[in-house]
């Protein structure tokens, strides 16, 4: 990808100006901010109207740049080796000298970090001095992003928006797995498309979290990911006022519209196509979205986890 040094230089001219820019990463679009400020942090909870309680996930450039705020970690240390630059958020201790905002962290004294791939994002990262404090660039509990077209449908025009930074559809289209090392057996937060699998060949056993663990890290809460029209998992029919998002060669036939995340049957493309296709189906000329059932095996868990958030009713209660 050819990068647009113009739009580059404006996106980190508006980043020392404390305000947010959008930017590309493999897993979707995000709305960043300068890590190691609260006035610029501040703004992301206020434009997405997010809650308080729900921390960041902080951006850095390399291994060694999150070694600057977080605790080392041979865990740690196994894992972004392997795995980074990639879609793996990892929540560790922070450093008592980290000058990550409270506001990123909600208080708390861990850390949720991670060294993206996208060629644009690292690009920023690489130039620009502080980590990016970095959530989905969309308001709370709605779709995320996976290309501009979406962000600009959410936040074209804002004044709190300095740069918006072009970098394609994102390849993954899943928030990345997030995983949990401030306890003595790791915990799975938040499914991607890296799975328990194969974290475990690199880390061993890893529990999957619960509806008891506590909020560390993005994407924990039970409302998520919504559009505006009722979700109805797992459908077996399909009412002629719905729309219908299928999957594999069988499909279920009489909906209104039909979209199909991946007529192969293939779980990797599916997550690539998932908040794109629910952004399409996002229209009041339908009922609600039915979607037929998805494998929940490997990156299929992070899509139904994802899917499940997205049909639920309330926003207080945590996974």
Not at 282 to 299: E, L, R, T, Y
């Amino acid at each position: 990808m050819t990068l647009d040094y113009q739009a580059l230089e404006k996106a980190l001219k508006s980043l020392e100006r404390g305000l947010l820019v959008v930017v590309p990463t493999e897993t979707v679009y995000g709305l960043a901010a300068d890590g190691y400020s609260d006035s610029a942090v501040a703004r992301i909870y206020e434009l997405k109207q997010r809650p308080s309680f729900n921390p960041l996930i902080l951006h850095y450039y390399s291994v060694e740049c999150a070694l600057e705020d977080v605790e080392e970690d041979e865990r740690f240390l196994k894992l972004a080796k392997f795995f980074w630059p990639g879609p793996l958020t990892i929540v560790v201790n922070r450093k008592k000298e980290s000058r990550v905002s409270s506001l990123a962290t909600a208080g708390l004294q861990t850390l949720a970090v991670r060294v993206p791939s996208h060629p644009v994002m690292r690009a920023l990262l690489e130039k620009y001095p502080h980590p990016l404090a970095a959530p989905s660039a969309n308001p709370s509990t709605r779709i995320s992003p996976t290309h501009l077209p979406h962000v600009l449908s959410y936040f074209d025009g804002c004044e709190q928006v300095g740069a918006f930074l072009e970098g394609g559809l994102s390849l993954v289209g899943l928030e990345s797995t997030v995983i949990d090392l401030t306890s003595r057996k790791p915990v799975i937060l938040r499914p991607g498309s890296i799975t328990k699998e194969a974290l475990e060949k690199v880390i061993g056993s890893i529990a999957e979290g619960d509806h008891t663990t506590s909020i560390k890290a993005p994407g924990q809460l039970k409302k998520h990911y919504a559009p505006s029209i009722p979700i109805r998992l797992n459908a077996i029919d399909v009412k002629e006022d719905e729309a219908l998002l299928a999957f594999g060669s069988h499909i279920l036939r009489g909906a209104k519209y039909t979209i199909n995340l991946s007529e192969k049957g293939d779980l990797a493309e599916a997550a690539s196509n998932l908040f794109r296709f629910l952004h399409e189906l996002d229209h009041k000329k339908f009922s609600a979205i039915a979607v037929m059932p998805i494998p929940n095996v490997g990156i299929g868990k992070a899509i139904n986890d994802r899917l499940m958030r997205a049909s639920a009713q309330e926003n207080e209660d945590l996974l």
